[in-house]
Nanobody, 120 residues
Framework: QVQLVESGGGLVQAGGSLRLSCAASGSDFSINAMGWYRQTPGKQREFVAAITTSGITNYADSVQGRFTISRDNAKNTVYLQMNSLKPEDTALYYC??????????????WGQGTQVTVSS
């Protein structure tokens, strides 16, 4: 019942920046946390960053200090500011949300992904 739409992906040179956005929509839901994962061919989907509605953040070691996650609870939107991008950051980035619906707790939803490509 929660749909996630990502945007902001694209092609950027190494050292450049990109800002991803993910908007959640639907009805009768309450977001607990939102985050970002990424996946490349032949690899498992890996955690990138997450943030709770209270503002507590968590980052993967590989992006610590370069990426910043933020949110606008009123808009049910999460952002990922990606600075000092490296070719290793190239991946399909997925937005994730953990939410409650009516009396039911602990649902998970995924976006369709947005491609980030970093050239050397």
């Amino acid at each position: 019942q929660v749909q996630l739409v990502e945007s902001g992906g694209g092609l950027v040179q190494a050292g450049g920046s990109l800002r991803l956005s993910c908007a959640a929509s639907g009805s009768d839901f309450s977001i607990n946390a939102m985050g970002w994962y990424r996946q490349t061919p032949g690899k498992q989907r890996e955690f990138v960053a997450a943030i709770t509605t209270s503002g507590i953040t968590n980052y993967a070691d590989s992006v610590q200090g370069r990426f910043t996650i933020s949110r606008d609870n009123a808009k049910n939107t999460v952002y990922l500011q990606m600075n000092s991008l490296k070719p290793e950051d190239t991946a399909l980035y997925y937005c994730n949300a953990n939410y409650d619906r009516r009396w039911m707790k602990g649902f998970t939803s995924w976006g369709q992904g947005t491609q980030v490509t970093v050239s050397s």
